[in-house]
């Protein structure tokens, strides 16, 4: 099984929809991220937590939610789906002690397309 | 807050050429450095990271980077690319401060032509 999981692989949706996608980790790390990707703009922060009851706004949070229902899941909620959300949503772990040393461990993406 | 900058979005090699893709950060402090690589159709694996001693540091399949302080960059070299080095590279540093959050450049898309 993969380190950390992410559901769906795939989902089209529809504008004005609220969707939820999950990610869960069997890597026993305290810090949880949700980036999205876009051709030409690389990965951008959503949101992150550094342990369950901490939760905090990354550089375009607007139009998104997250919740720590645990520390192993971390899932990211768009209210109200529109077009220019369609993007690669990864979700991403590190280690409190050792993030500078190890990096982040990514998920293998969830590929949103709102129509 | 910390930036990075990729010098060029795209990239094209013939097999057998070398290669060095860009990387310059903006920040004041100490940092981590990493590089990470994407496979097509994938997600994002660790190519190689710096976060202190030797400034030179070597990866998987060949890759290595430098750390230049002075010049702010971290540069990626890889003497001789094959076709499976098609990917894109990302760039990404975060603060040396325990709370700091990864910042990604916005990757180079290298093709390496057979």
């Known amino acids: 099984d993969a380190d950390v999981t992410q559901t769906p692989r795939n989902r089209i949706t529809k504008t004005g929809k609220r969707i939820m996608l999950e990610c869960s980790q069997t890597k026993g790390h305290d810090r949880m991220y949700w980036y999205r990707q876009d051709p030409g703009l690389g990965l951008r922060l959503i949101y992150y937590?550094?342990?369950?009851?901490?939760?905090n706004k990354g550089e375009i949070s607007d139009g998104y939610s997250v919740s720590r229902q645990a520390q192993a899941k971390f899932s990211l909620s768009l209210e109200s789906a529109i077009p220019n959300q369609t993007a690669l949503y990864f979700c991403?772990?590190?280690?409190?002690?050792?993030?500078?040393?190890?990096?982040?461990?990514f998920g293998s993406g969830t590929r949103l397309t709102v129509v | 807050a910390q930036s990075v900058s990729q010098h060029n979005h795209h990239v094209i090699l013939s097999e057998a050429a070398s290669l060095e893709l860009g990387c310059n950060y903006s920040?004041?402090?100490?940092?981590?450095l990493f590089w990470y690589v994407q496979y097509p159709g994938q997600h994002l694996q660790l190519l190689l990271k710096?976060?202190?001693?030797?400034?030179l540091v070597k990866g998987i399949k060949g890759f290595e980077a430098e750390f230049i302080k002075s010049k702010f960059s971290f540069n990626l070299r890889k003497p001789s690319v094959q076709w499976s080095d098609t990917a894109e590279y990302f760039c990404?540093?975060?603060?040396?401060?325990?709370?700091?959050?990864?910042?990604f450049g916005k990757g180079t898309m290298l093709l390496v032509s057979p």
């Open positions: 991403a772990t590190s280690d409190a002690t050792r993030t500078g040393s190890y990096g982040y461990t």
């Open positions: 920040y004041g402090g100490t940092v981590n």
């Open positions: 990404a540093v975060n603060a040396n401060s325990g709370y700091s959050t990864l910042t």
């Open positions: 710096y976060f202190s001693g030797d400034p």
């Open positions: 937590s550094f342990d369950v009851k901490d939760i």
